[in-house]
């Protein structure tokens, strides 16, 4: 399978081409690989909120939703009045993985159950 790498990561932050406006100035490699194996295998997600155009919440999912040519859903959610919009060229991209092992298996479960799949899918990944 295709492993998505820092460099096309940061060619569709610098593309132009995201029509959501990101209100996070950080995302992390690890997770949005994580996200997108399981995005091609078929895995689907939670909708992404957003208020307008911004994203409250679902920005690695979103990233992976562009890197995959997945569609993602969007709910639509209040936004805090303090929320600072970031240009996505700007976005830093965190290489260091900050989930634990732990973490990561529970996201596996969560997303296994909601798509009735084996866990060891996902942990094979």
């Excluded at 593309?15 to 100035?25: C, K, M, P, R």
């Excluded at 490699?29 to 992404?48: H, T, V």
């Excluded at 890197?67 to 709910?75: D, F, R």
Aim: net charge negative; glycine share 4%; charged share 30%.
């Amino acid at each position: 399978m295709h492993e998505i790498t820092l460099k096309n990561v940061r060619d569709l932050l610098e593309s132009g081409t995201l029509e959501l406006v990101a209100t996070q100035d950080a995302i992390n490699l690890p997770i949005l690989q994580r996200i997108y194996k399981k995005m091609k295998i078929g895995i689907e997600f939670a909708n992404i909120r957003v208020k307008g155009s911004r994203i409250v919440d679902g920005h690695h999912r979103y990233i992976c939703s562009e890197l995959s040519k997945t569609k993602i859903g969007q709910n639509d959610w209040q936004i805090s009045s303090t929320a600072v919009d970031c240009s996505w060229r700007d976005v830093n991209i965190i290489e260091k993985d900050y989930e634990t092992p732990e973490m990561i298996q529970v996201h596996n479960e969560r997303d296994a159950e909601l798509n009735d799949v084996d866990i060891n899918v996902l942990n094979d990944l």
